[in-house]
């Protein structure tokens, strides 16, 4: 079990045999290095939350009873199996689906690195609230969900920038206008992601304007998808409006529900905004798990590039493999979290280890062209030249498949 739950559930004295995951999901691997379960550090106002939230009959303890009932109670949230047990994140879509029963506890998973990008805060409200006020002639309970919605858009992506929905373009509104005037710029090593990583919203915004109030001295802000996706799913939210996650292939964007009509919002791609949809998407907690891993993503690169200075690098390295493992707790099937914890082994060297972990993110997303890749690759290196092959075999008939040769042979001997 992942270091939260074992803290919790160690807290409050759970006995062991509720301590489990499911077999068939694949969790070994998180919890098996100590230092990452030791390094989860609660406060006892924390813990105090949640026996608060556990304790049924107001004894100030938590007995067998209420302990067995609060499983119940998680089994199954945020997509999990149904099977007697609990599991991380089971535990914390609870705690972020009743937030306002775990502040202290919520502020301390960000101190050990559960970051919250979906967290709707005060200012995200008194922003959403005064923008709307002041692009509706101070009627803004009259706007509707889709109406809404164009404003906050508006308000996210660059000055200037256009996009259209139905028959009508709009640009994004200028910091006079009360915009955050936000441009796209993925760069691992863009100044705020050299310390920060993935930019959590407050991290991309920096100081919150005043939407009502003339423009002031701002900072240049810039943002990739998924922090874009983060910020927009706040910024509608604090709305009143449903918003969630979609994780795409190598990209990310917001499901907006405007009018019982699904539409994406796209920070990254405005082109392909307010287009409707159809109404999937990922579990915040799933939400939460991609940005882990894709901060600790940033923080390998960053590492990579810092290889004669391996003290540095070290360090980084340290913080990607925490991110990842953090990213693995809130979401076992994330494939991009094992197929990260393997290239880090593999970049130390380390070609057995990193075929665990590649093999898992295998069984996650099978027929993965780059994962068979690095499956080749590391088997040739560990000496299994025949099985390397196979793999490389399978990448090349994958790849015809997709990109079929353009040439026909007419006629021939």
Not at 32 to 59: H, K, W
Request: proline share 4%; charged share 15%.
């Amino acid at each position: 079990m992942g270091g939260v739950v074992t803290t919790l559930y160690n807290s409050f004295h759970i006995p062991t045999s509720q301590q489990g995951t499911s077999p068939n999901v694949a969790t070994e691997g998180v919890a098996v290095d100590p230092e990452y379960t030791d390094r989860i550090q609660l406060s006892p106002g924390a813990l105090q939350e949640v026996t608060a939230y556990l304790d049924e009959n107001r004894d100030g303890t938590v007995d067998q009873d209420e302990a067995d009932n609060f499983i119940g109670l998680i089994d199954g949230n945020a997509g999990g199996n149904t099977n007697g047990q609990a599991e991380a994140w089971e535990l914390i879509d609870e705690i972020y689906s009743h937030a306002d029963n775990f502040p202290q506890l919520i502020a301390d998973l960000a101190t050990n690195g559960f970051e919250n990008p979906l967290q709707v805060t005060e200012e995200m409200y008194d922003y959403v609230d005064g923008l709307l006020d002041r692009h509706s002639g101070g009627n803004s309970e009259n706007l509707t969900a889709l109406e809404r919605a164009i404003i906050i858009y508006r308000a996210v992506i660059a000055e200037g920038q256009s996009f259209t929905v139905g028959n009508a373009t709009y640009e994004g509104f200028s910091l006079a206008e009360g915009g955050l005037n936000i441009s796209y710029d993925n760069s691992s090593f863009a100044d705020s992601r050299i310390t920060s990583g993935n930019l959590l919203p407050e991290e991309v915004v920096g100081i919150w304007p005043d939407p009502l109030s003339p423009a002031e001295d701002q900072p240049d802000r810039y943002a990739q998808c998924h922090e874009f996706t983060h910020l927009l799913s706040g910024l509608l939210r604090a709305a009143g409006i449903k918003a969630n996650v979609v994780l795409a292939p190598s990209h990310a964007y917001v499901n907006a529900s405007l009018e019982g009509v699904n539409y994406r919002i796209d920070g990254a791609q405005p082109g392909n905004t307010f287009s409707i949809i159809n109404g999937n998407h990922v579990s915040d907690v799933a939400a939460m798990s991609a940005h882990q891993s894709h901060e600790a993503s940033i923080f390998r690169e960053q590492a990579e590039s810092l290889g004669s200075s391996p003290g540095s690098a070290d360090i980084l390295t340290g913080e990607a493999l925490n991110n990842y493992h953090n990213a693995l707790e809130l979401n076992p099937l994330n494939a991009n979290a094992w197929l990260g914890i393997s290239n880090i082994y593999r970049a130390q060297g380390n070609n057995a280890t990193a075929l665990d972990y590649l093999q898992r993110a295998n069984d996650l997303q099978g027929d993965n062209p780059s994962i068979l890749q690095s499956l080749g690759e590391v088997h040739e290196a560990l000496g299994n030249r025949d099985v390397a092959a196979g793999f490389y075999f399978r990448v090349n008939w994958i790849n015809e498949q997709n990109n079929p040769s353009p040439y026909i042979t007419i006629g021939g001997n």
